[in-house]
């Protein structure tokens, strides 16, 4: 099976998770600046789940340059993904309506946690699909980033309890570590 169809189904499964997030916004009661205020933590929490299923997106995108053909395990994988992050609009709803509140930030965080570890799986099979010369094997020969940001998560999930908008802070630094696509996979395509 060619690797197009897969792309093609996740880009919308992405895109529909997008189009759910947006929809629960509200337009605010009154046209003054100050109506703002009542929506602006559901706001926050939207732009937040944004960049998340955009780096998602984009790292998939990256993720799948490197595949020559999908199998059955591949298929699965992606749902796995999928299936996490096709969650992030309850807890992303959550966390706006509650004000970043102690439950939904965590879990939102073990929303996130369970994204990571789906995508990560999904890289160890597309590699093991693919063999000893996978071009995504050398690409991710470090795993620097995947483990600090799992480390993150779970100090986000941890502080949560005790101060949410710290974890909101340990998350917002895995955005940010993977904000920018990751180049081992660009620098890899380019020497082949």
Not at 44 to 59: D, E, M, T
Request: proline fraction near 4%; charged fraction near 15%; include cysteine.
């Amino acid at each position: 099976m060619t690797k197009g169809r897969l792309e093609a189904f996740s880009d919308g499964v992405l895109a529909i998770i997008i189009t759910i997030m947006v929809l629960e916004l509200k337009v605010p009661e009154g046209s003054s600046w100050a109506s703002l205020q009542p929506i602006l933590p559901r706001f926050l929490a939207y732009i937040f789940s944004f960049i998340y299923v955009g780096i998602y997106w984009n790292n998939h995108h990256h993720l799948f340059q490197t595949v020559k053909k999908v199998n059955g395990s591949i298929l699965w994988a992606n749902l796995h993904l999928l299936f996490w992050l096709s969650l992030m609009p309850i807890a992303t709803e959550w966390i706006g309506t509650s004000h970043f509140a102690q439950n939904p930030v965590a879990t939102y965080g073990i929303g996130l946690i369970m994204s990571a570890i789906a995508y990560t799986i999904l890289e160890n099979v597309i590699i093991r699909c693919e063999g000893e010369n996978s071009k995504l094997k050398e690409a991710i020969h470090s795993k620097f980033k995947e483990y600090i940001s799992i480390i993150f998560y779970v100090l986000g999930i941890a502080t949560s309890f005790f101060y949410p908008y710290i974890a909101i802070g340990f998350y917002y630094l895995v955005a940010l570590i993977w904000l920018i696509p990751d180049k081992r996979i660009e620098k890899s395509l380019k020497e082949n």
